[in-house]
């Protein structure tokens, strides 16, 4: 069983920063997928950014050049670093895993972003 334990998210204003991090546990295999999803009240949940185990990373074209993700694979943790934050980035933000094509998902985390 895998579980996913997030942590960073809360309040900040425009234009600030916050790092997110999900902690992986669990039946982990050496190949894998992580990454963000974001969802937003009313709308759809959408993909953020992800990164596969060798450090292979895609993002959305509304966070390039703003968010950042790496990973730390002995540790199984993702980090999501965000800069220059804007309102609409406010959402839940969920950690992702996905290990041989089966999806899991963390519990979310706030980031409200004031104007």
């Known amino acids: 069983q895998v579980q996913l334990v997030e942590s960073g998210g809360g309040l900040v204003q425009a234009g600030g920063s916050l790092r997110l991090s999900c902690a992986a546990s669990?039946?982990?295999?050496?190949?894998?997928?992580m990454g963000w999803y974001r969802q937003a009240p009313g709308k759809q949940r959408e993909l953020v950014a992800s990164?596969?185990?060798?450090?292979?990373?895609n993002y959305r074209d509304f966070v390039k050049g703003r968010f950042t993700i790496s990973r730390d694979n002995a540790k199984n943790t993702v980090y999501l670093q965000m800069n220059s934050l804007k309102p609409e980035d406010t959402a839940v933000y969920y950690c992702?895993?996905?290990?041989?094509?089966?999806?899991?998902w963390g519990q979310g985390t706030q980031v409200t972003v004031s104007s």
């Open positions: 990164i596969t185990s060798g450090d292979s990373t």
């Open positions: 992702w895993l996905v290990i041989r094509g089966l999806h899991h």
């Open positions: 669990g039946s982990i295999f050496s190949y894998n997928v």
